[in-house]
């Protein structure tokens, strides 16, 4: 019995840093994350969430606490739990961890965030799909021609 307990604990060690390794962070105190865990609280996998802002990140509110998240952390918060998965934002302190808000699927959706795109595109792309099209669209007008009434205008008319 003792030896099957090493086992899965190597394993639960092994399965946890290889997904912070895909993540490119390695959980640290006072790190927090919304975590899912199947009906044996066992873990499946975590998205960080931030304390203050930064560049790609969108503020939210979990319990009455403002974090800042990815789109992609949203969205796959609502798969995780379509897949009957408990999700909650939890906090590293150092000696495990500990929960602090229950149902973050409930208070935060893409949705609410006026995102119409599906959680699985959003997540597979890292994002939601619509900074994409702006992006691509804004460069596109910036290369189209003019007419040549126009061009000829802007660069005679002073």
């Known amino acids: 019995m003792q030896f ?6 190597i394993g639960f060690l092994l399965i946890s840093s290889t997904h912070a390794g895909a993540q490119g962070e390695i959980p640290r105190i006072g790190d927090t994350y919304i975590i899912s865990r199947d009906d044996g609280r066992n873990f499946r996998g975590s998205h960080r969430i931030y304390n203050r802002p930064s560049d790609g990140l969108v503020e939210v509110e979990y319990c009455n606490r403002s974090y800042w998240v990815r ?3 949203v969205a796959w918060t609502q798969l995780e739990v379509e897949n009957n998965y408990k999700v909650r ?4 302190w150092g000696k495990g961890w500990r ?6 699927e409930e208070q935060v959706t893409l949705e609410g965030l006026g995102i119409s795109d599906d959680p699985r595109v959003i997540v597979q792309n890292g994002g ?31």
Do not use: W
């Open 4 to 9: 099957q307990k090493i086992l899965l604990t």
């Open 71 to 73: 789109y992609a952390t």
């Open 99 to 104: 929960p602090i808000c229950d149902h973050p």
């Open 89 to 92: 934002v939890e906090f590293n």
């Open 128 to 158: 939601t799909s619509i900074d994409k099209a702006n992006r691509f669209a804004a460069i596109r007008d910036a290369f189209m021609s003019q007419g040549k009434d126009k061009a000829a205008k802007s660069f005679h008319d002073e």
